[in-house]
């Protein structure tokens, strides 16, 4: 409810509303105007409907303020308000920040800020019960805390990082900095988490709780609610409009007290935000990549904690990974903006042996199977002894390309530049529910075709499938191993079909939860996945993991291939050995000299960071330079290229002092998706905000000549994945 004082200042004599609505076209991008009907309260941050043009449209409130320079007779009366939706002063401040930030229209961040309306307002289901008396008692809640902490006796290294951390906060050189937790995987990272939320707690603040990935938000629940018990709630796309508003309510009346989730829960509307803890920090998930804002959650939570420190308050910023991202660690160790804290051992002080199998020589050796001779062994050994492994392969559907073997025509799709994935009828294991029946598909625009039985271009009928994927994995498994069950985790088998029978986008089922919880409860031995089972996951039974094809992320083409590669086997690799028994890892590549596979192997991660760093300088990329993509999409590529072309030419001649150094245009890495053409254009500079501002406004000088009519423009500051 609206406090009493906002409704008896100044506000009440308001009479004009600043509104920014929600319209997605340059000329809406400002403020309007707006008359305040007598009897209704509106104040800034608050979400309402207002008349524009023929159309009521929604809108968030900027300002209210008594005069206005417009002519009043001209004005419109705001229609209608929702009184449950303000967007609190700080996460208005926030979004405001967001816009600048990531150049992008208000509106979108306003959005961003906060929750979407459910269609039935009125009516919230409240998810977990509402808190009884004796919960809400913020020292019996205390007391149950400390309860359970007492159960557990933190390792050394554990209780360290949590005497610094809390410590640091009263030195005031160390206070205001962020921290990064470099902790290896096993070594306890959680714990040292939940300490410091309820040290927080403790003094009555709330805590955020960031995980990379919606399959990781079960996992971290189970444990803090097992923890924090009512207090803590986890929000992520997965849940209904309607369940992430009753959170957010609750979160801004002060009924919980831990947010747990992936991204957006940074916008967790807590007024004593007194913790955010970013968990695998590294991963490019805590990028928005696709919609805008295109925000990264470190900063957003570095400026929501500069906001608290403004206004005369503290807020923690603990930032973990085993394998810290190579600019976070930079900023660690050289820039002086984090403070670092190491975990250098295993809970269980056991590290897992990791073998390199090289693929060239297997296949030398006759052996055409996708397991290499000894890890099939030794993966049968672990099982029979009645142990579990993990199978790892980043990519869905069962074979990557299908070709005419007469004329060596590839089917590809008619929208996108991309050859078009085999999925197979599947049936081998119970994950397999949603896959029938085979097609081709096209992972960039959801296209799927008929598997042809004849090739279009020669109508030979020799086809033939290359390429492995997920799919394939499972198919191989349920042959080589066929006395265990297997299940799949991936795009594919953790979509709900909806009523109609397509399938949705949006996990909008508990199947992650499910798949997780089936393997957890030894009802499947082998577990085959994606990225989402690549990071965090914690099985004690697991012994065995096997990277499929540690190829795949060397040659994506991006700057990062080979941070992401040492991250992804590190990760990969921390899933297996936890608990008792001694963990295996086999990475099978067709480049076993690679120094970012050699190093992966060793764990080695101060001796990667250094040969990287040194790399990154030589070839101008982050920490050490700026990276600017401006990146044109539009159904007609002429149009495109010469607009990039005119862009160009502009830069070039701002560009006196040569502070800025230009690359294109060219073709993006998939250079058509959905039927739109993409080319971009690459800017370098060492200094972040002199780049920002001169593509700002070399873009801006374009658009004055040029309206840039039905082209797409997006821009990325230092991406996170190849464009
Ligand atoms: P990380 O996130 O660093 O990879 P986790 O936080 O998942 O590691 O911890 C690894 C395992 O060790 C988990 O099963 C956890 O329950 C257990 N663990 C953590 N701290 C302790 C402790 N102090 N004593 C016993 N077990 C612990
Ligand atoms: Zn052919
Ligand atoms: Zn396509």
């Not at 309260?41 to 159309?55: N, S």
């Not at 291939?561 to 608990?579: M, P, Y």
């Not at 072309?645 to 701002?654: D, E, P, R, S």
């Not at 690459?682 to 000088?701: A, H, I, P, R, T």
Request: aromatic content about 10%; overall charge positive; some cysteine.
């Amino acid at each position: 409810m609206i406090a009493l004082d906002e409704i008896l200042g100044t506000n009440i004599l308001h009479k004009y509303a600043l509104v920014c609505v929600d319209m997605q076209a340059d000329f809406a991008n400002r403020l309007f105007t707006y008359k305040i009907p007598q009897d209704m309260l509106v104040v800034p941050g608050m979400k309402l409907e207002v008349p524009f043009g023929r159309k009521y449209i929604n809108g968030f409130v900027l300002e209210t303020t008594a005069e206005t320079d417009v002519d009043s007779k001209k004005l419109k009366f705001i229609f209608n308000t929702y009184q449950d939706y303000i967007i609190p002063a700080d996460l208005l401040d926030l979004a405001k920040w967001m816009s600048q930030q990531y150049y992008t229209m208000l509106i979108h961040c306003l959005v961003c800020v906060s929750p979407s309306v459910p269609k039935k307002p009125a009516k919230l289901p409240i998810i977990a019960e509402n808190l009884t008396a004796q919960e809400k008692n913020v020292s019996q809640i205390c007391e149950n805390i400390s309860a359970k902490e007492n159960e557990i006796t933190l390792s050394l290294e554990q209780t360290q990082a949590v005497q610094k951390i809390l410590g640091w906060q009263k030195v005031p050189k160390k206070q205001k900095m962020p921290i990064l937790l470099h902790g290896v995987t096993g070594s306890g990272k959680t714990e040292v988490y939940m300490r410091i939320i309820s040290d927080v707690l403790k003094q009555g603040k709330q805590a955020i709780m960031l995980v990379p990935e919606i399959a990781l938000t079960y996992q971290v629940v189970q444990i803090f609610t097992e923890r924090f018990g009512k207090l803590a709630v986890f929000t992520h796309s997965g849940l209904t409009a309607q369940e992430r508003f009753a959170n957010w309510q609750k979160a801004k009346n002060g009924e919980i007290s831990v947010m747990i989730g992936p991204r957006s829960a940074i916008f967790a509307p807590f007024d004593k935000l007194g913790a955010i803890i970013i968990d695998e920090e590294h991963e490019h998930t805590y990028r928005q990549s696709e919609l805008p804002p295109k925000f990264d959650t470190k900063e957003v939570a570095l400026q929501r904690k500069k906001y608290i420190e403004q206004n005369g308050g503290e807020c923690l910023l603990v930032m973990g990974s085993a394998t810290p991202l190579l600019e976070s660690y930079y900023n660690a160790v050289v820039a002086e903006k984090f403070s670092l804290i190491t975990m250098q051992n295993r809970i269980n002080e056991m590290f897992p042996t990791v073998n390199i199998v090289d693929m060239r020589k297997e296949l030398a050796a006759g052996n055409t199977s996708m397991f290499g001779a000894d890890f099939q062994k030794a993966m049968l050994q672990e099982l029979n002894a009645g142990r579990q492994a993990i199978l790892f392969l980043n990519r869905r559907g069962h074979s990557s390309f299908v070709s005419c073997r007469t004329c060596g025509h590839v089917m590809g799709c008619n929208n996108c530049s991309v050859n078009l994935t085999y999925h197979a009828n599947f049936s081998v294991s119970s994950s397999n529910v949603y896959e029938k029946p085979e097609k081709l598909l096209c992972h960039y625009c959801g296209v799927s075709v008929p598997v042809p039985n004849i090739c279009p271009a020669c109508s030979s009928k020799f086809i033939k499938y290359f390429g492995l994927g997920t799919q394939k994995i499972e198919e191989e498994v349920a042959k080589l191993f066929s006395g265990f069950s297997s299940l799949r985790m991936d795009f594919d088998t953790t979509r709900k079909r909806a009523d109609n029978g397509k399938l949705n986008n949006l996990n909008k089922s508990n199947s992650h939860e499910k798949i997780l919880a089936a393997f957890r409860n030894n009802e499947a031995q082998i577990l085959i996945g994606t990225q989402m089972i690549a990071k965090g996951l914690d099985f004690p039974n697991v012994t065995i993991v096997g990277i499929m094809a540690a190829d795949l992320s060397l040659y994506s083409g991006s700057f990062r291939a080979a941070e992401n590669t040492f991250q992804l086997i590190t990760q990969v690799s921390g899933r297996a050995g936890r608990a008792a028994k001694q963990g295996k890892v086999y990475i099978q590549t067709y480049n076993p000299e690679h120094y970012s596979i050699q190093l992966a192997q060793k764990a080695d991660y101060s001796t990667f960071y250094l040969q990287e760093t040194s790399l990154r300088r030589t070839m101008s990329y982050p920490p050490f330079c700026n990276v600017f993509v401006i990146l044109f999409s539009a159904e007609n590529e002429q149009i495109i290229v010469k607009a990039l072309q005119k862009l160009l030419a502009v830069m070039q001649y701002c560009n006196k002092k040569g502070n800025f150094e230009m690359f294109g245009p060219m073709p993006a890495v998939i250079s058509k998706i959905k039927k739109q053409f993409r080319w971009k254009l690459l800017v370098k500079s060492v200094n972040e905000e002199l780049l920002k501002q001169f593509v700002l406004y070399c873009l801006g000088k374009l658009k004055d000549n040029d309206p840039l009519t039905g082209v797409t423009i997006s821009l990325t500051l230092n991406p996170m994945s190849v464009e």
